[in-house]
């Protein structure tokens, strides 16, 4: 038909990185390809995503591994230039407030799922009434 637009849909960028953190195949490509040059990576490697990916892995499995903690320290401390000790502080102390972070969610979202299986509950039973009952007027 002439003059029509075909529209493709794709996913967002963001909603592609997301997706890729949550592969837990590319934690262990990362954790394979590992190098202790950070300065000599090639391309535009920042290391965000690889250090999400550790991350989702180590919230994930409750604990974060000693190795992927070194790496994370010593990641750290190249690219902000503080010390060795500073950056393994640090390490602990962001992970300690992704896991806290990660509890908050749950218990919310159990809160919010008990909420809303009251709330269909309560209308089931509302339902269930019998019609002239609920009317208000009294049976005989």
Avoid: C, H
Avoid at 44 to 63: D, H, M, P
Avoid at 89 to 100: I, L, S, W
């Amino acid at each position: 038909m002439a003059g029509s637009v075909t529209q493709t849909t794709s996913i967002p960028e963001p909603a592609e990185k997301i997706a890729g953190l949550a592969d837990s195949k590319a934690y262990f490509v990362d954790v394979l390809l590992r190098s202790d040059r950070f300065g000599q990576q090639s391309g535009a490697f920042s290391g965000e995503a690889e250090v999400a990916r550790v991350f989702v892995n180590a919230l994930r499995i409750g604990q974060l591994p000693a190795a992927d903690q070194a790496y994370l320290a010593k990641l750290t401390a190249a690219r902000t230039g503080i010390s060795q000790a500073e950056a393994e502080q640090r390490v602990k102390e962001v992970f300690a407030q992704a896991r806290q972070t990660e509890e908050n969610v749950r218990k919310t979202s159990a809160r919010l799922l008990l909420w809303v299986f009251l709330s269909l509950l309560a209308g089931a039973s509302a339902r269930a009434i019998p019609q002239p009952l609920a009317a208000g007027s009294a049976i005989t």
